[in-house]
Every structure is written in C-alpha cells, then in structure tokens.
C-alpha cells in the first residue's frame, strides 16, 4: 500500500535549520506532484511548498519565500523540505501529499513536528 513516512523533525531555536524527509513506498513517484503543508495548534493546514513531478518547478507560501526549499530526488523517491531561518511561527505539525499529475488521486503522510522555540 502507499506510504508517505515524513522524518526530520523536532525542537529547534529561533535562526536555527531543519530538512525534513518525506519517503514515499508503494506508487510510481514520478506521476506524483508533491507538497508539504503545515498545521498549527488551532489552525487550519495551509501549504508551504509545492514541487512538480518532472523539470520541476516550485512554489511557496509568501512567508516563507528565500528561508525555505523544496526539492525532490526521483530516484529515491523522497522530497525535501529545508527549513532556514526558523522562527516561532514556523511551529507546527508538517505533512508530506502526494497528488496525482492526471487524476484526483492524493495521499497523505502522518506528519512530523516541528518546534521553534528557545
């Protein structure tokens, strides 16, 4: 069955990095578009960053545009997202989704937590 195993996160001071994993097991990873969302305490999920599937191409929520990178290795079937310059808003829950190019397939990691704090 698909899995979506996220890894990489936990406490971290303001300033501080991160890279969180996103392990993808049982699709064909190239169709797949993929994306990390956060959640906060009492808020809703919102995306942080999206990659395509091939010659990728990326967006980002505007706030964290130039501290934040997604990339994606195909071979491995994994996406990255590099966290820089973390600050305390950046706390929250991260979930890795995988979206089907052609279809309205879409799969979800069970997220890993992320913590800036000092």
């Known amino acids: 069955q698909v899995q979506l195993v996220e890894s990489g996160g936990g406490l971290v001071q303001p300033g501080g990095s991160l890279r969180l994993s996103c392990a993808a097991s049982?699709?064909?990873?190239?169709?797949?578009?993929m994306s990390w969302y956060r959640q906060a305490p009492g808020m809703e999920r919102e995306l942080v960053a999206s990659?395509?599937?091939?010659?990728?191409?990326?967006n980002y929520k505007d706030s964290v545009k130039g501290r934040f990178t997604i990339s994606r290795d195909n071979a491995k079937n994994t996406v990255y997202l590099q966290m820089n310059s973390l600050r305390p808003e950046d706390t929250a829950v991260y979930y890795c989704?995988?979206?089907?190019?052609?279809?309205?397939?879409?799969?979800w990691g069970k997220g890993t937590l992320v913590t800036v704090s000092s």
């Open positions: 049982g699709l064909t990873f190239t169709n797949y578009d």
């Open positions: 990659i395509t599937r091939i010659v990728p191409s990326t």
């Open positions: 989704k995988a979206s089907h190019w052609r279809s309205s397939v879409t799969y």
